[in-house]
């Protein structure tokens, strides 16, 4: 063929890059939440995550998806989920980084800031591919839940904070590293999982401590081939929580009937699936009847995972935006310089830092479970965290895509970055409990201690430096302390979580940023981005969000 034309003013890939490096606001809620963090892992990992060589292992992880199989060639039932090479390969990456269980393990608790650490590299390799971080997170979760069952924690812990991965499906004992997933939700129940059908039958006593059989089924059940299980079912006592190992400890295969994988909208490269018990052994972990709050305790970790994820799609989606407008040129000048467009970068940088300060403060909270106002404010943020941060998050990606024209809705064989991004927001937002969930999680939340204190403490440093922000502050000690109910407990989780990222942003960044924040979100905020007031310094808050 002759050439018709010539390809020009079409940016190139935004590859190998430091996510890190470029990241100012992520370094300065490292700064102050731990001043003198030693922050080289976290660099290496940036520069991994920001690769050319990684960026193509999260396109063809997408592009070739997971696969059922349920038997073998000569008809016996197998339940396994084939992946393509490139899902391992960012599993490896992600457990060598330490983002499992790792940061439960002696020398990283040791450090005083494991969860923190680790959080902060959660939202850079969320950068990179968040949907394989589904078994990673649970992995991580479960810690907390399962140290009530001493002896099965004793023989798994060394696994679960390896930083080996293995994949194979055999006994615990032979494998350098495990990972856990988690089952709670049911067809005619969902989120109500009290109404839950699924049965425990006594079956003995054994060195794992009470053997049940379950016999049941699972609505959503990501990452099936995850080593072993937190699950729900009934027993005598009431809605329990149970250990369900894929792999028996006598080397046999448990009885997890795979019925099929979920065809989702995004979340593409992780197998989320229905799967059925027919007399499946399982192990008690707890009381019987204290299902509910058992698992809640690997669930709250997940939903703090769900804020973390949410703000390193939202930092990735802005970087998408500020490379391309940088350097594509309409109407005879780069779209950066274009005012309007000034104005939609400025706010959505802004939205992006907020995430950022709240996400890594609520990960020092879990560091500092000690203390009694840190385990407050960990109860109380987490919920605000994922309901305000996830129901952003769905928002900016499409503001950025907008920045890209039709490029960015443009899949093309998995390179559609921030179509990838867009079509996995609404994830974190639902999975682990959607919005109403999180709202009434909160009010639960504010029973549980001095909450208001809490925040009054938290709010202090900040109080004289904005008008908008003092008015805030005022409303919130007797809207926290009884003064809402079930219909205002949104509005409360998005007032709270607004006071503390302006309050964050006040102590870690500069005044073109915390004042433009203050006056677009405390006031009347606007219901779209691209709306701050003219007279807001849009090119100081876009060097600071730039890429290094």
Request: proline share 5%.
């Amino acid at each position: 063929m002759t050439a018709t034309h010539q390809v020009f003013n079409q940016p190139d890939p935004l590859a190998d890059i430091n996510l890190l490096a470029g990241n100012a606001a992520l370094q300065a809620a490292l700064q102050f939440n731990a001043p003198g963090l030693d922050t080289a892992p976290l660099r290496q990992l940036g520069a991994l995550a920001g690769s050319a060589e990684m960026q193509r292992h999260a396109r063809l992880a997408n592009v070739h998806t997971p696969e059922l199989r349920t038997h073998d060639r000569a008809g016996h039932r197998i339940d396994e989920v084939e992946f393509h090479p490139s899902y391992h390969a960012l599993m490896g990456a992600a457990t060598a980084a330490g983002l499992h269980g790792t940061p439960y393990s002696d020398a990283e608790q040791a450090s005083g800031h494991a969860h923190m650490k680790r959080a902060a590299a959660f939202m850079l390799f969320t950068e990179l591919e968040p949907s394989i971080l589904c078994p990673i997170s649970m992995t991580y979760a479960v810690t907390p839940a399962l140290r009530d069952n001493p002896a099965i924690y004793r023989d798994w812990a060394p696994g679960l904070t390896s930083r080996a991965y293995d994949p194979a499906l055999k006994p615990w004992r032979d494998k350098a590293g495990v990972t856990m997933g988690m089952g709670m939700t049911e067809k005619q129940g969902g989120s109500d999982v009290r109404a839950n059908t699924t049965q425990a039958a006594p079956d003995g006593q054994d060195e794992w401590g009470a053997r049940y059989r379950l016999t049941g089924h699972k609505w959503f059940f990501s990452a099936p081939m995850c080593d072993a299980f937190l699950v729900l079912a009934q027993a005598a006592g009431g809605l329990s929580c149970f250990f369900l190992p894929r792999v028996l400890p006598d080397g046999s295969r448990n009885v997890l009937r795979i019925q099929r994988l979920k065809d989702k909208l995004g979340n593409k490269a992780n197998a989320s699936s229905e799967v059925e018990f027919d007399n499946t052994l399982a192990w008690l972990v707890g009381e019987e009847g204290r299902g509910v709050p058992q698992i809640l305790a690997m669930g709250t970790m997940t939903r703090l995972d769900c804020a973390l994820g949410t703000s390193g799609l939202m930092r990735q989606a802005l970087s998408q935006a500020l490379h391309h407008t940088t350097h594509r040129q309409a109407f005879g000048k780069p779209l950066m310089a274009q005012p309007l467009m000034q104005n939609v970068l400025a706010d959505l940088a802004l939205e992006s830092e907020a995430a950022t300060a709240l996400a890594i403060r609520l990960a020092r909270a879990f560091d500092r479970q000690a203390d009694e106002r840190e385990r407050l404010l960990a109860r109380v943020l987490t919920p605000i965290a994922k309901f305000w941060i996830c129901k952003r998050g769905a928002a900016l990606a499409q503001e950025a895509m907008e920045c890209l024209g039709g490029t960015g809705y443009v899949e093309e064989g998995g390179e559609g970055v921030l179509a990838r991004i867009y079509r996995e927001m609404p994830v974190n937002s639902i999975w682990e409990g959607a919005g109403n969930i999180m709202a009434l999680d909160l009010l639960r939340a504010l029973r549980k201690g001095d909450v208001a204190a809490a925040l009054v403490d938290e709010l202090a440093p900040v109080r004289g430096q904005h008008q908008a922000l003092d008015r805030l502050i005022d409303t919130l000690p007797a809207r926290v302390d009884g003064g809402t109910d079930e219909a205002g407990a949104r509005t409360l989780a998005r007032d709270v979580a607004l006071a503390v990222q302006a309050a964050l942003l006040v102590q870690t960044a500069p005044a073109a940023v915390t004042g433009a924040f203050c006056a677009s979100r405390l006031g009347a905020p606007s219901d779209v981005f691209g709306t701050l007031a003219t007279g807001t310094d849009f090119g100081a808050i876009i060097d600071r969000a730039m890429l290094a």
